[in-house]
Structure formats: structure tokens, C-alpha cells
């Protein structure tokens, strides 16, 4: 089993970047993939990247391509997503979640999930 805890969410103006982080618990978080969603207010949960087990693969929704960038340090137990070049559209709150299999765009494949972390950007 694995537990996922979100951290570096915050309040940033349009333009600016935050960097979240996904600490996982477990030995064996090597053996997952991990994906970020968001969920704004009154919308559904969307996609937002992923990154295989070795890091080797890494997936991008269209409306975050070029600005956000996954990466893991499987050492650290540790998903980064850094955001760059932040929209008012990117706030929601951001949720990451593992899997045992591969990168999936599709949130019922995960079976764990973290208690999310809010980003807020201002215009």
C-alpha cells in the first residue's frame, strides 16, 4: 500500500511558478506510476500528467504542455510538478495519485490518491 501527501500548493500571480511535491511512503514506490490531477469548483477531476516508475515516460495534458514539467526521484520517494508560466485557469486544487501498472490519462486506473493541495492564481 501508498500513502500520498501533496505539499507546495499556494497563492501565485498570473506568469509565476509554484513547484508541488508528492512524498509517498512505502518501499516500494519505485514500483508505481504516478499521475497529477486537478479539480476546480463545479468541474470535473482532469488530468494533468504522469510519469512512468523508471521516469523514462512522462505524459502531458494539451493545456499544460510546455509549461509544466513531471519528474520523480524514486530515492526520495518523491514526485516533483513543476509549473511555469501559471494561468488563472490553472487554479484548482491538485491532487496526485499511483498506480502499480503504467502513465494513464484516466483517473478510476489509479488506486491511490493523495488529500490534494490548492493552487490559486491571480490575474
Known amino acids: 500500500q501508498v500513502q500520498l501527501v501533496e505539499s507546495g500548493g499556494g497563492l501565485v500571480q498570473a506568469g509565476g511558478s509554484l513547484r508541488l511535491s508528492c512524498a509517498a511512503s512505502?518501499?516500494?514506490?519505485?514500483?508505481?506510476?504516478v499521475g497529477w490531477f486537478r479539480q476546480a469548483p463545479g468541474k470535473e477531476r482532469d488530468f494533468v500528467s504522469a510519469i512512468s516508475r523508471s521516469g523514462g515516460n512522462t505524459v502531458y495534458a494539451d493545456s499544460v504542455k510546455g509549461r509544466f514539467t513531471i519528474s520523480r526521484d524514486n530515492a526520495k520517494n518523491t514526485v516533483y510538478l513543476q509549473m511555469n508560466s501559471l494561468k488563472p485557469e490553472d487554479t484548482a486544487v491538485y491532487y496526485c495519485?499511483?498506480?502499480?501498472?503504467?502513465?494513464?490519462?484516466?483517473?478510476?486506473?489509479?488506486?491511490?490518491w493523495g488529500q490534494g493541495t490548492q493552487v490559486t492564481v491571480s490575474s
Open positions: 512505502g518501499r516500494t514506490f519505485s514500483s508505481y506510476a
Open positions: 495519485a499511483a498506480n502499480p501498472y503504467s502513465t494513464s490519462e484516466y483517473y478510476p486506473s489509479y488506486n491511490y
